[in-house]
């Protein structure tokens, strides 16, 4: 399929964004290589089966994303952002899910992951996650937050149903802006729902991240579901 080649947001001047790719099938490499070599601004700098070569390209070639399967071989990659936490790189992970929102990939958001989409994802989806990633922001796919909310209740203990002490810094507003967040509601949604404008909305998301120390709304949508804000199949 013949698509135009885009530029990044930083101008033509940009440095390219310098990607590892990690998944044991070969086959899946060289197609998600085919689609980001196409983009301008998109440079896959190594390839790797198993999440232990992935470790070690990344400690030698300091990539700015790695994009890999969630449960990689050898060390999968919860396993492997724990390491890459351990030794201060600073690598971005884009998880990529076969089935959906499991075990692994939910332990890889919460190790640090910052982003999460389907295997299956569009070429132009993916390239888009990668470009945003690439300026810092987190990247859930809708779909997989969907299943999140319909009750991957994975390892997750019991909770009271008042809000924990973690959440108490927030105002209620505030609480209440998270909780939308969670449900996957875009801000543009959650200024419609409460009848505020976006930048208002925009204002609140950026205090819940400040003072919850999440880097991103995927980080967010964990903690409110881990603290009980937000249970399976609530509405």
């Known amino acids: 399929m013949s698509r135009a080649r885009t530029r990044p947001a ?9 990607i590892l790719l990690v998944d044991e099938q070969p086959m899946l490499r060289a197609g998600f290589r085919t689609v ?11 390839e790797a089966g198993d999440g232990r070569t992935a470790l070690e390209l990344a400690r030698r070639l300091l990539p700015d994303i790695v994009m890999m399967d969630a449960r990689t071989p050898r060390l999968d990659a919860a396993g492997l952002l724990g390491a890459l936490t351990a030794a201060r790189l600073p690598v971005r992970v884009l998880v990529l899910a076969t089935d959906g929102l499991d075990s692994a990939t939910l332990a ?18 993916l390239v888009a996650a990668v470009h945003a990633l690439a300026t810092g922001a987190g990247v859930l796919a809708p779909g997989l937050l969907a299943e999140l909310l319909k009750g991957v209740d994975v390892d997750r203990p019991e ?25 996957g509601l875009s801000n543009a949604e959650i200024a419609q ?8 909305v925009k ?22 579901y881990e603290t009980g804000l937000i249970r399976p199949g609530s509405r």
Do not use: I, W, Y
């Not at 930083?10 to 310098?18: I, K, Q, Y």
């Not at 950026?206 to 967010?220: E, H, I, P, S």
């Open 10 to 18: 930083g101008g033509p001047t940009a440095p390219p964004v310098r």
């Open 36 to 46: 980001l070599g196409a983009e301008t601004g998109l440079d896959v700098v190594a």
């Open 108 to 125: 890889a958001l919460r190790a640090g992951a910052q982003g999460v989409l389907s295997k299956d994802v569009p070429a132009a989806d």
């Open 159 to 183: 909770v009271p149903p008042a809000a924990p002490h973690v959440l108490t810094v927030l105002t209620d507003r505030e609480q209440e802006v998270l909780g939308q967040v969670a449900r």
């Open 193 to 200: 729902a409460l009848s505020v404008s976006e930048a208002t």
């Open 203 to 224: 204002s609140h998301v950026g205090n819940v991240l400040t003072k919850l120390a999440l880097r991103d709304r995927a980080q967010a949508v964990v903690l409110a």
